[in-house]
């Protein structure tokens, strides 16, 4: 309580947007988490379109076989979709890497906001003096803008190498969550259409059914008199 007395009402309403914005983090990692999930659902179905027809015309016909198959066809469509990601990658460190071969200049700093980073295009603050506490009081104050974004021709390199980065990287990690939500998808399956159950099974309807289709195999024009 006194820690809270000593604070200043700028301070205290600091402290509420800081707790504010604590819990809208909180809240956009539950939607992010809802939407991962949701997507993961989509790119599992797609693992349905390739094992299909094998499976409806009953060429396979049983778990080892079908998991053989669908594993196959998981990664032929995971390398199908991330070898241009991979492309990007490989790319984007060639250049970084040729550029500190032909200038002899291996301490190039990719992420400096200086001059020869891709940093340098970016807001960047400093925070370290954001927190002090001082004579039993806890001193706030807002972080000090260090960098505007600006172009610098030293950092082409940086740029090109954080760009691919950042694109392949995306696009290797969308590749690989699809390969796995289809081998999700894949053991889903083995149990829905290949594993015995019980489920909804009754005996006494079963002999039910059988008595009443032999019952009109065997009286057919009683069948046609209800029919009409």
Known sequence: MNFLITLSENDKRLIFALLLV??????LIGYIGYLITRVMKWQGKKLDHVVADPVVTRVITDKKHF???????NWRLFFKQSYIAVIILVVG???LLFRDIFT??????????????????LFIW??????K????????????????PHLEGVAWASYVFVFSLIIGGVWYLIALQALIARTIRMYQLCT???????????????AATIAAAKYQDNNPKDTDNINV
């Open 22 to 27: 604590f819990i809208l983090v909180f809240v």
């Open 67 to 73: 998991k053989r198959y669908a594993r196959k066809k």
């Open 93 to 95: 460190s060639l250049v």
């Open 104 to 121: 002899h200049d291996w301490a190039y700093n990719v992420f400096d906001y200086n001059e020869t980073g891709f940093g340098t295009i």
């Open 126 to 131: 400093d925070f370290s003096e954001c927190f």
């Open 133 to 148: 506490i001082q004579s039993g009081s806890l001193l706030l104050n807002w972080p000090v803008l260090i960098n505007s």
């Open 192 to 206: 829905s259409a290949f594993e015995k159950t019980l489920d909804g099974f009754n005996t006494n309807q079963q």
